[in-house]
């Protein structure tokens, strides 16, 4: 099986939504491998966000990512990576799928509820830089 990295994200944390988003994931085939309730300083939500840094959203993505907990999350499904692409449906949730994550959480571009790697080299750099071997079942 494949794992990728998920995040739920400020938005749906402060609603009250990471129940409700499990259920979804866990509903899709999904196993938690990893997971853990964080909160990110500005410096560290760049350090994630590094390949986006010369883009004009980076100070405000940045910024939101750090302004309250977050939960961090290792998945493990077949094809996790592009599961869980779909299951979040696209950045913005105007455009997303009906039933998808961001589709039905999403509040807008940038606040979009749920991250998902977009790529086996983005899972292995995003995996550890929240998560120790130890902490992955
Ligand atoms: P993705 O999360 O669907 O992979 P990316 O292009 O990798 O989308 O962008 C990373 C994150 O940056 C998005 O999930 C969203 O939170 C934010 N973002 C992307 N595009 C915009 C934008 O045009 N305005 C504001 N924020 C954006
Ligand atoms: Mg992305």
Redesign the pocket.
Known sequence: MERTFAII?PDAVERNLIGKILDKTESAGFVVAGMKKIHLSVEEAEGF?Y??KD???FN??CS??SRGPIVVLVLRKNDAILAW?TL?G???PADAEAGTI?KEFGL?????S???S?SPESASFEIPYFFSQLELV
């Not at 807008?108 to 979009?112: A, F």
Request: charged residues 25%; proline residues 4%; aromatic residues 12%.
């Open positions: 994200k966000y390949v986006h883009r004009p959203f405000d993505l939101y990512m692409r979040m696209g950045t913005n961001r807008s571009i940038g606040e979009n749920v991250h998902g977009d």
